[in-house]
């Protein structure tokens, strides 16, 4: 099994342009999760998607969209690219329910938007 | 009310020393804390976890200590290895829609010392 896979892992864009970060899962897990990691700040939650049709916002959304494609699938796009994007990107998949809160993590994309 | 603070935001030590890392909460509905481990270049990683029931958690050189009184709760490493040389993050659960949704403190990098 590979686990949580993201594409790419490094990224560079300039300002105004756009991107889709790739995620999958080959767990079979429900809910997904899209976090950015900034210096000092640990992880915040863009968007999650608790099952295969359905997708939320968590804390930092805005310049974000996301498709849950299928239950493997979740991907991020940025539409209009800006410094402040500028952040290690991880996708995170784990089990609803139950008493198995683990989540499990990607490699990240690290992006630099200039 | 959804915070995780942590503390310190570094840590050196000497191979064989006891690290502590602190982590301090508000909301009261959180209902599981775990650590991640996060090392270079990499996600991160579950390293272990409580539950609120529990004052104590040891697995192998990992300790949590948890006091629910105080809203508080601790990782402590036991004989630290320099390949214990790390970002470590506390969390919190909360429920949401379902789903398991984790508040990440800002990170500790700890540097373990030959």
């Known amino acids: 099994n590979a686990g949580v896979t993201q594409t790419p892992k490094f990224q560079v864009l300039k300002t105004g342009q756009s991107m889709t970060l790739q995620c999958a899962q080959d767990?079979?897990?429900?809910?997904m999760y899209w976090y950015r990691q900034d210096p000092g700040m640990g992880l915040r939650l863009i968007y999650y998607s608790a099952s295969e049709g359905t997708t939320d916002k968590g804390e930092v959304p805005n310049g974000y969209n996301v498709s849950r494609l299928n239950k493997r699938e979740f991907s991020l796009r940025l539409e209009s690219a800006a410094p402040s994007q500028t952040s290690v990107y991880f996708c995170?998949?784990?089990?609803?329910?139950?008493?198995?809160?683990?989540?499990?993590f990607g490699p990240g994309t690290r992006l630099t938007v200039t | 009310q959804q915070q995780v603070k942590q503390s310190p935001q570094s840590l050196i030590v000497q191979k064989g020393g006891i690290p502590i890392i602190n982590c301090a909460y508000e909301?009261?509905?959180?209902?599981?804390f775990p650590w991640y481990q996060q090392f270079p270049g990499k996600g991160p990683a579950l390293l272990i976890a409580i539950r609120p029931d529990v004052s104590e958690k040891k697995e192998g050189r990992f300790t949590i200590s948890f006091n629910k009184s105080a809203k508080q709760f601790s990782l402590h490493i036991m004989d630290s290895q320099p390949g214990d040389s790390a970002t470590y993050f506390c969390?919190?659960?909360?429920?949401?829609?379902?789903?398991?949704?984790?508040?990440f403190g800002a990170g500790t990098r700890l540097a373990v010392h030959p």
């Open positions: 767990m079979n897990h429900n809910s």
């Open positions: 995170a998949s784990s089990q609803t329910g139950g008493r198995s809160y683990e989540q499990y």
């Open positions: 969390a919190a659960r909360a429920i949401s829609g379902g789903y398991n949704k984790l508040i």
């Open positions: 909301n009261t509905a959180f209902d599981y």
